[in-house]
Structure formats: structure tokens, C-alpha cells
T-cell receptor, first 112, second 112 residues
């Protein structure tokens, strides 16, 4: 079974609405990385979380890592069309030598 | 400007015709990696390298080769491409032990 599950697979929201994307790991995370991908393009690093309970924000995007370090959420406040794209979480596990396991991604569409 | 450069951006080829996708980074990163992205399967690692002359298999290495003769370059070689290798390919790099990956813009490969 997949080590890293992302939900939902896709999301359509009205501009201005808030939304949350989840990333759940089957085992304890060493680190969790969030990336955004515009359709057909490369991934852009958003945020990195390493400590249980950690929360980081950048502009209108907030990412949290739970205390047990097995689940992360990405929250977008007052969504805009520029937020549209595919969001991927990447998990770093102990002993992984820096390799990341990626979730399958969440495709976000924002309707004007 | 710090970047990962992949070439070509798009490639259409026929079964069995050897091809190379180039990847170069200008950030002096030790770690480089190749991924393929397919609908419903997400981002899967093909090969990675932790330094010059050091390469290791990822999750889906069959049908691919890589080399790391110089720190900045990490080409992906398909000796005998097959249609199931039609995919979007990404090269990424980072400092060793710091998996904040920098991604190239991707290579869309179609094998007919």
C-alpha cells in the first residue's frame, strides 16, 4: 500500500474560499515538504516541516505537521486563480539518505 | 540565476531509438535525481546520485541508465525506449542531506 496518501485527489473551489489539502503517512516522518506544480511544469518548493506541531506560513498558505509527525495539512486562505495547480507533498523518512517519497498530488482549480 | 536545466523540453521518438535527456544544475549540489510523472501514479524516482560517480536505483529504474561524471550534469539515458516510457520526466537537485529539491521544467517524452 502507498506509504503516503494525499487527499483530496482534486478540488474545485470558488475564488475567495478557503481550502485544505491533507497528506498522511503510514509511518513517522523525518520531514515533510510541500511543492506546487503548474500544469506540465516543474515543481516549486513551498515549505518544509520537521518538528512535531510545527506550523509555517507564506502569504496565504499555511502548512502544519501534527504532533505525531504522521500527517500534514496545507491550508489556503481566500483562494485566488494564481493558487491553481497541483500540490504535492514529499516525505523524508529516517535512513532515506535524503530521498523523498511523493504523494500522488492534489489538483486544485480555482473558479473566478 | 540558480537553476536546473533539462533538455529537450519535448521529445517524440520511436521504439528502440536510443535517446538522452540532459540535466545540468549550477548550484554545486551533490544530490541529483530523476523522476517520472504519470497520471494516477504520481512522481516516481528512477535513479539518484549522491555525488560524482555514485548512482543508485530508485523505485522504477528498469529501462533507464544514468551517469554522473561531473557534479553539475546527470543525464538520463534510454538505450531502447518503449511506449511504456512515455511520460513527463523531471530532474531535481539539492544539497546532500537537505532534501529541499530544485526541479527542472520537465521533459515530455512520447515513444511511438
Amino acid at each position: 500500500s502507498q506509504e503516503l496518501e494525499q487527499s483530496p485527489q482534486s478540488l474545485i473551489v470558488q475564488e475567495g474560499k478557503n481550502l485544505t489539502i491533507n497528506c498522511t503517512s503510514s509511518k513517522t516522518l523525518y520531514g515533510l515538504y510541500w511543492y506546487k506544480q503548474k500544469y506540465g511544469e516543474g515543481l516549486i518548493f513551498l515549505m518544509m516541516l520537521q518538528k512535531g506541531g510545527e506550523e509555517k506560513s507564506h502569504e496565504k498558505i499555511t502548512a502544519k505537521l501534527d504532533e505525531k509527525k504522521q500527517q500534514s495539512s496545507l491550508h489556503i486562505t481566500a483562494s485566488q486563480p494564481s493558487h491553481a495547480g497541483i500540490y504535492l507533498c514529499g516525505a523524508e523518512y529516517g535512513g532515506s539518505q535524503g530521498n523523498l517519497i511523493f504523494g500522488k498530488g492534489t489538483k486544485l482549480s480555482v473558479k473566478p | 540565476e540558480a537553476q536546473v536545466t533539462q533538455n529537450p523540453r519535448y521529445l517524440i521518438t520511436v521504439t528502440g531509438k536510443k535517446l538522452t535527456v540532459t540535466c545540468s544544475q549550477n548550484m554545486n549540489h551533490e544530490y541529483m535525481s530523476w523522476y517520472r510523472q504519470d497520471p494516477g501514479l504520481g512522481l516516481r524516482q528512477i535513479y539518484y546520485s549522491m555525488n560524482v560517480e555514485v548512482t543508485d536505483k530508485g523505485d522504477v529504474p528498469e529501462g533507464y541508465k544514468v551517469s554522473r561524471k561531473e557534479k553539475r550534469n546527470f543525464p538520463l539515458i534510454l538505450e531502447s525506449p518503449s511506449p511504456n516510457q512515455t511520460s513527463l520526466y523531471f530532474c531535481a537537485s539539492s544539497y546532500l542531506g537537505q532534501p529541499k529539491l530544485f526541479f527542472g521544467s520537465g521533459t515530455q517524452l512520447s515513444v511511438l
